[in-house]
């Protein structure tokens, strides 16, 4: 297994260069950040960006604990990729994780400077320190599932040979502070979408769950006496999903919509 290093201080635009430097490699290995990736998705480990304090984030980033490190270890070993990207703030934390996790000495480090220009890092420090912006790279829809209910952005560039995904998100240990979204708002847009949905008369109640793997919603509802039911209870349970979907960050793990009766 070739192994390389991508070494640059953090907010340098490292993560955000990583998938075209990987295509120009031919790197289908990717470590960041305590994530393991493989050809742009999310395999094992858990997102430093997730923690909630930078101490945490730093800890994650260098599988400080067992149980992170195995699992991250066991992973690699099992695909056996051909060649492995390791990032790090320096050279030094590209060796400790490659030590952590049990690989060779990096046959290349590369730096950030080496690749990118003044202005690049500039704006990328800017975005970081003004927005609070952090790159995870690969696609929304497996961040989600690490991020439910984090502000997330979808970003896609173009590598060597297929669109390389990208996504922004924004860390709790950001000074932005917390990202919520209260419950009140989800109950809001389902009684707006039943009000919009034909052959659906009125909302009875609705539940709302979060937990770290997603969110279920449930809605109890009364159908117009005429209407097709299954087709009115399918209607609003993808509106609703495609609302969710699009308005909030959340990682959706269920729509449930049950006809109580008619009205």
Known sequence: MRVY?????SGTGKSYMSGDICARYNIRGLIDDG???YDGNIIAGTSAKKQSTMMGAIKTALFSKDQHCFEVR???KSIDPEAVMVLGTSDKMVRQICE???LHEPDEIIHIEDITTEEQREKASKYRKEGGMHIIPAPTLQVKKQFSGYFLDPRKSFGKDAAIEKTIVRPTYSYLGDYTISEQVI???VRHLVAQTPGIDSELWTAFSNDEGGCIVRTVVLVKKNARYRQAAETLQANIYEM???MTAFNIRGIEVEIRGYK
């Open 74 to 76: 066991d992973a690699i």
């Open 244 to 246: 969710v979907s699009h």
């Open 5 to 9: 290093g991508l070494s640059g201080k």
């Open 100 to 102: 952590r996790l049990e």
């Open 187 to 189: 109950h809001e847009l």
């Open 35 to 37: 994530l393991f990736m």
